[in-house]
């Protein structure tokens, strides 16, 4: 499987296997970072309060304790290895993609 060939002399490692080994790493930090239900609940309560532009710590930290409990109860998640697909009681879609950050895309 992994046949680190050398080029003559250099001792350096021929293209193929250095697409390889990024390639492993690549999907390792996919797999690594894969986002779960805290991480879109998190993103849907900063995404609630910039729409709704609440300003007082008072008003935000009593909507998070309604909307949190609310939005982890009505979302599904399907797991796949490298990413996750959440779908919200209103049938929307977003894609979750965890590289170093988590990324979530509306379908």
Known sequence: MFNPQFNGNDRTINTNNKL????????AILALYNPDKGDFVEYKLSNV?????????????VTKLIDEPLIESTTKRKN??????????DHTKYLGIGLFK??????
């Open 20 to 27: 390889l080994i990024l390639s492993v790493i690549f999907f």
């Open 49 to 61: 309060g910039e729409h709704t532009l609440i300003k007082s710590d008072f008003l935000s930290n």
């Open 80 to 89: 796949r290895l490298f990413f996750s697909v959440f779908t919200t009681s």
């Open 102 to 107: 988590v990324i979530f895309i509306k379908m």
